[in-house]
């Protein structure tokens, strides 16, 4: 193959990854997503190098989408963004053996199960990133991805890795066009009738999901820390006359709450007044040989001064809130990108001072199904979001991050409230429908009746079968297709 050719397929290569790109959030354009995947697999017939028009395509999918990290860390955001690039060659790759090994249509075939094996693989462990999960390209429509509710997010990343093969096959041999159309008609169809034929849910929630914008550098500040207090207290005497929980974004107490005892005299004097519990991010420390462990937490606090709590985060954002790694060899701790160096949260908790059980995912958690399914397994009937993005301005990321909040409504049939310092604060149906909505960057509540959950969807109970099905399937066809000699 000259070098016309590879240089061909790296321009196909990268607008491939540009139009996937333009498939997230706040954009419409989600369409473009199996797009991208087809032009993806036609930069791979004109290129000998498949790693390098993987990683071309990574970059130009990843930089575009994800450059707003660089607010809070620049080597941050580099290093995220070549890491999953580096994932997206690695697909390349092996595609291509695949390709080379087995008929195409087998290595097309194929193409969706190694997507959802590489999704698989980065959700776990401390460099777990899910943020370019193709699923999340799908989400305006509502229609479409109903069915996430039996096989968890995983099902989605495989519908777009699948839709964009069929393309490709469509459009360089004219077969598959039926199979393409039935690939759309057969799960937009279920969706439009399920969103009206749910199961039945559990009561509802009056909630008040409050927004005080306040400014992420400044409320940090010691002499402003009271200013928060005083912001927070008035929004919730507004609105919480007749809710049965009010909701306080991430850090909204930007303090140790439950270990100062001067703001913590004042929230279980507040709730005492307003009469309804409160649902509170805040930080939490507790002391330990080798240095105070830091938490981003939740606690809940009731009328009769019972605080419950608190839940810390668990998942940590890699490079943002710590370096990955950094547990096993602290002396990666001291590296500095710019980083928070928080310490994650040891497990699950259940909220149930309101009149139905719940559990708190804080910020970037939001984009785990298994953080969720782990606390619905748990009891909780409701999902409340807490964050504050407002770190990353009038940028994709606040948009694509609330995104995910309809995803998780799916997946367990039960509403979502979310709580966001600066916006997007929202609530959904149990249909991931947005039911009320903030704009960034306002002062406000909104209120509402809140859908919570009846019986475990299937997904809930099962856990990630498709993903595990197809995880492995994508080994399979990764170790066959790099090592395994021509047979035909």
């Given at each position: 193959?000259?070098?016309?050719?590879?240089t061909q397929g790296?321009v196909i290569a990268?607008?491939?990854?540009?139009a996937t790109?333009?498939?997230?959030?706040?954009?419409?354009?989600?369409l473009l997503?199996?797009v991208?995947?087809a032009l993806?697999c036609?930069?791979?017939?004109?290129?000998?190098r498949?790693f390098r028009?993987?990683?071309?395509w990574g970059?130009c999918y990843g930089?575009?989408s994800l450059?707003w990290?660089?607010?809070?860390?620049v080597?941050?955001t580099v290093?995220?963004?070549?890491i999953?690039?580096?994932?997206y060659?690695?697909?390349?790759?092996?595609y291509?053996r695949a390709?080379q090994?087995?008929?195409?249509?087998?290595?097309?075939a194929s193409?969706?199960a190694?997507f959802?094996l590489?999704?698989a693989f980065?959700?776990?462990?401390?460099?777990?990133?899910?943020?370019?999960?193709?699923?999340?390209?799908?989400l305006d429509?509502l229609?479409?991805y109903q069915?996430?509710e039996f096989?968890?997010?995983?099902g989605?990343?495989?519908?777009?890795a699948?839709?964009?093969?069929?393309?490709y096959r469509?459009?360089?041999h004219?077969?598959g066009?039926?199979?393409?159309?039935?690939?759309?008609?057969v799960?937009?169809?279920?969706?439009a009738?399920?969103v009206?034929?749910l199961?039945e849910?559990?009561?509802v929630?009056?909630?008040?999901?409050l927004q005080?914008?306040i400014?992420?550098?400044q409320?940090?500040d010691?002499n402003?820390?009271d200013?928060s207090f005083?912001?927070?207290d008035?929004?919730?005497?507004q609105?919480a006359?007749?809710?049965d929980l009010?909701?306080?974004p991430?850090?909204a107490?930007?303090?140790y709450?439950?270990q100062?005892?001067?703001h913590r005299?004042?929230a279980?004097?507040?709730?005492?007044?307003?009469?309804?519990?409160?649902l509170?991010?805040?930080l939490?420390?507790?002391?330990a040989p080798e240095?105070d462990?830091?938490y981003?937490?939740?606690y809940?606090?009731?009328?009769?001064g019972t605080?419950q709590g608190?839940y810390?985060?668990?998942?940590?954002?890699?490079?943002?809130?710590m370096i990955p790694?950094?547990?096993?060899f602290?002396v990666?701790?001291k590296?500095?990108?710019?980083?928070?160096?928080?310490?994650?949260?040891?497990?699950?908790v259940?909220?149930?001072?309101?009149?139905?059980?719940?559990?708190?995912?804080?910020c970037y958690?939001?984009?785990?199904?298994?953080?969720a399914?782990d606390?619905?397994?748990?009891?909780a009937?409701f999902l409340?979001?807490?964050?504050n993005?407002?770190?990353?301005?009038?940028?994709?990321?606040?948009?694509q991050h609330?995104a995910?909040a309809s995803?998780r409504?799916?997946e367990?049939?039960?509403?979502?409230?979310?709580?966001?310092?600066?916006?997007?604060?929202?609530?959904?149906?149990?249909?991931?429908r947005?039911?009320?909505?903030t704009?960034?960057f306002?002062?406000t509540?909104i209120t509402g009746?809140l859908?919570?959950?009846g019986?475990?969807t299937w997904?809930?109970?099962r856990?990630p079968v498709f993903a595990w099905?197809?995880?492995?399937?994508?080994?399979?066809?990764?170790?066959?297709?790099l090592?395994?000699?021509k047979?035909w």
């Amino acid at each position: 193959m000259n070098s016309n050719d590879s240089t061909q397929g790296w321009v196909i290569a990268a607008l491939g990854g540009l139009a996937t790109a333009l498939a997230m959030p706040p954009l419409p354009l989600g369409l473009l997503a199996p797009v991208g995947v087809a032009l993806l697999c036609a930069a791979l017939e004109h290129t000998d190098r498949p790693f390098r028009a993987g990683l071309v395509w990574g970059i130009c999918y990843g930089t575009p989408s994800l450059f707003w990290i660089g607010w809070v860390t620049v080597p941050g955001t580099v290093a995220l963004i070549l890491i999953s690039a580096a994932e997206y060659g690695l697909l390349s790759l092996v595609y291509v053996r695949a390709r080379q090994r087995f008929p195409e249509w087998l290595a097309l075939a194929s193409l969706p199960a190694l997507f959802v094996l590489l999704e698989a693989f980065r959700a776990y462990g401390d460099i777990g990133f899910p943020w370019l999960n193709l699923a999340h390209t799908q989400l305006d429509y509502l229609w479409l991805y109903q069915f996430v509710e039996f096989t968890g997010d995983a099902g989605l990343t495989f519908w777009v890795a699948g839709m964009g093969a069929m393309l490709y096959r469509v459009a360089r041999h004219r077969r598959g066009l039926v199979l393409a159309l039935l690939w759309v008609i057969v799960p937009v169809t279920w969706g439009a009738w399920r969103v009206n034929h749910l199961p039945e849910g559990g009561p509802v929630l009056n909630v008040a999901i409050l927004q005080g914008d306040i400014d992420t550098y400044q409320k940090w500040d010691d002499n402003y820390v009271d200013s928060s207090f005083i912001i927070y207290d008035s929004l919730t005497r507004q609105a919480a006359p007749g809710m049965d929980l009010v909701i306080w974004p991430e850090t909204a107490a930007p303090t140790y709450l439950a270990q100062h005892a001067t703001h913590r005299k004042w929230a279980s004097r507040l709730v005492s007044r307003v009469g309804v519990p409160l649902l509170v991010g805040s930080l939490s420390y507790e002391r330990a040989p080798e240095g105070d462990r830091i938490y981003n937490s939740a606690y809940e606090i009731a009328p009769d001064g019972t605080w419950q709590g608190p839940y810390s985060k668990r998942q940590l954002v890699p490079f943002g809130e710590m370096i990955p790694g950094s547990r096993l060899f602290p002396v990666l701790s001291k590296i500095d990108l710019g980083q928070g160096n928080f310490t994650p949260g040891p497990g699950p908790v259940v909220f149930d001072l309101a009149a139905v059980p719940h559990s708190v995912l804080i910020c970037y958690e939001s984009a785990f199904s298994a953080l969720a399914r782990d606390q619905v397994l748990r009891g909780a009937r409701f999902l409340v979001i807490i964050t504050n993005d407002s770190w990353y301005g009038r940028t994709p990321g606040p948009a694509q991050h609330a995104a995910m909040a309809s995803l998780r409504a799916v997946e367990f049939r039960m509403g979502v409230a979310r709580a966001a310092n600066g916006g997007i604060s929202l609530w959904t149906d149990r249909a991931g429908r947005r039911m009320a909505c903030t704009k960034l960057f306002t002062r406000t509540a909104i209120t509402g009746p809140l859908p919570t959950g009846g019986d475990l969807t299937w997904y809930a109970r099962r856990g990630p079968v498709f993903a595990w099905v197809f995880g492995i399937a994508g080994l399979g066809i990764s170790v066959v297709a790099l090592w395994r000699k021509k047979s035909w």
